[in-house]
């Protein structure tokens, strides 16, 4: 039974009010509208370092790539092709081998990457593919290395098997031995027949491909620095992203994401493909754009320059 006092009780107890509910709701929002964003513009900024850190990784990888595979070009051997402000096209170095035995026609073997003498006569940092260039050590018909020279082939055909009649261990120059029975073994079918009375068996070989380093403008508005390699046809295959985002292909050194530049061994500059042989260094630029950094960081109230650089020059080795 409810009595007198406790009737007073419950008049004195107070709810909470809609305009205070209101308030609450408002002051939450707020809150949490202020954190939301804070995470928001945190995960921006944490997404554009990740992109500025891999983009300087890209820069270092061109650094290291770029060099390697320009170094072991021969200028005078007329490995450099095409030379441009933006763009190079050049024969890369992909491997050597040796000789091992005439097969017939057009078809040459060559022994396996891995013997058991442990002697390493066959290595490459990318396997032969038809397209690629072949140069074969002919000995010429005098004494002497006064007529000697390296003769060019393309090869068309490449077959890998294990086979112990491919460069047999019961050779005349046996370059496998029996132990050998069980590696795997390749032929290489060229353009034309190599001559037999001066290409001998023990001959050096040298394999290299066509690539093309050159600007790209890809499908998300931005230019990326990348590598190809270029098949028979001249047409470049798949390419490989080594830099970027970079800064747009422009006619100005000094504002182009990728730029090379190329001189004679007095320092003069060569600027005509005829010359190309006569090139001594090549001089490399690379300039980055990570748009999304400056944004970033314009988001948290700060800036930065948005870019990074990259120059250096590279002696051609093989020049005389």
Same mark, same amino acid.
């Given at each position: 039974?409810?009595?007198?006092a406790d009737?007073?009780?419950?008049?004195?107890?107070?709810?909470?009010?809609?305009?205070?509910l209101?308030?609450?709701?408002?002051?939450?929002?707020?809150?949490?509208?202020?954190?939301?964003?804070?995470?928001?513009?945190?995960?921006?900024?944490?997404?554009?370092?990740?992109?500025?850190?891999?983009?300087?990784?890209?820069? $270092? =990888? /061109?650094? %290291? +790539?770029?060099p #390697?595979?320009?170094r072991?070009? !021969? &200028? *005078? @051997? $007329? =490995? /450099?092709? %095409? +030379?441009?402000? #933006?763009?190079m096209?050049?024969? !890369? &170095? *992909? @491997?050597?081998?040796?000789?091992?035995?005439?097969?017939?026609?057009?078809?040459?073997?060559?022994?396996?990457?891995?013997?058991?003498?442990?002697?390493?006569?066959?290595?490459?940092?990318?396997?032969?593919?038809?397209?690629?260039?072949?140069?074969?050590?002919?000995d010429?018909?005098?004494?002497?290395?006064?007529?000697?020279s390296?003769?060019?082939?393309?090869?068309?055909?490449?077959?890998?098997?294990?086979?112990?009649?491919?460069?047999?261990?019961?050779?005349?120059?046996?370059?496998?031995?029996?132990?050998?029975?069980?590696?795997?073994?390749?032929?290489?079918?060229?353009?034309?027949?190599?001559?037999?009375?001066?290409?001998?068996?023990?001959?050096?070989?040298?394999?290299?491909?066509?690539?093309?380093?050159?600007?790209?403008?890809?499908?998300?508005?931005?230019?990326?620095?990348?590598?190809?390699?270029?098949?028979?046809?001249?047409?470049?295959?798949?390419?490989?992203?080594?830099?970027?985002?970079?800064?747009?292909?422009?006619?100005?050194?000094?504002?182009?994401?990728?730029?090379?530049?190329?001189?004679?061994?007095d320092?003069?500059?060569?600027?005509?493909?005829?010359?190309?042989?006569?090139?001594?260094r090549?001089?490399?630029?690379?300039?980055?754009?990570?748009?999304?950094?400056?944004?970033?960081?314009?988001?948290?109230?700060?800036?930065?320059?948005?870019?990074?650089?990259?120059?250096?020059?590279?002696?051609?080795?093989?020049?005389?």
């Amino acid at each position: 039974m409810t009595t007198p006092a406790d009737r007073l009780v419950h008049r004195g107890r107070r709810g909470v009010t809609l305009i205070e509910l209101i308030m609450a709701i408002t002051v939450l929002g707020i809150v949490g509208g202020l954190l939301t964003n804070v995470l928001i513009k945190q995960q921006r900024f944490n997404r554009a370092l990740t992109e500025t850190a891999d983009s300087r990784s890209r820069m $270092r =990888d /061109i650094a %290291t +790539i770029l060099p #390697t595979d320009l170094r072991g070009a !021969s &200028s *005078i @051997g $007329r =490995d /450099i092709l %095409t +030379i441009g402000l #933006t763009s190079m096209q050049f024969r !890369s &170095s *992909i @491997g050597s081998s040796v000789l091992c035995q005439l097969a017939g026609g057009a078809v040459i073997e060559l022994p396996p990457t891995t013997l058991a003498s442990g002697q390493v006569l066959t290595a490459w940092i990318n396997p032969p593919q038809p397209g690629d260039v072949v140069f074969i050590y002919d000995d010429g018909a005098g004494r002497g290395n006064a007529d000697d020279s390296w003769a060019q082939f393309t090869i068309i055909d490449t077959t890998s098997a294990v086979n112990a009649a491919w460069c047999p261990s019961g050779g005349v120059d046996p370059f496998t031995q029996a132990a050998d029975n069980g590696q795997r073994r390749y032929r290489i079918t060229l353009n034309a027949v190599p001559n037999p009375l001066t290409i001998k068996v023990g001959a050096p070989i040298r394999f290299a491909r066509e690539v093309r380093y050159s600007l790209f403008s890809a499908s998300d508005a931005n230019w990326y620095a990348p590598s190809g390699a270029v098949g028979v046809a001249g047409a470049c295959g798949a390419r490989e992203i080594l830099a970027g985002p970079v800064r747009a292909a422009t006619a100005d050194t000094t504002t182009s994401g990728l730029y090379f530049l190329y001189y004679r061994q007095d320092g003069a500059a060569i600027t005509n493909a005829a010359d190309a042989a006569l090139i001594a260094r090549v001089g490399i630029g690379l300039r980055t754009s990570p748009q999304s950094m400056q944004q970033a960081l314009q988001k948290l109230g700060g800036s930065v320059a948005g870019r990074d650089s990259l120059r250096m020059t590279v002696a051609i080795r093989n020049r005389i």
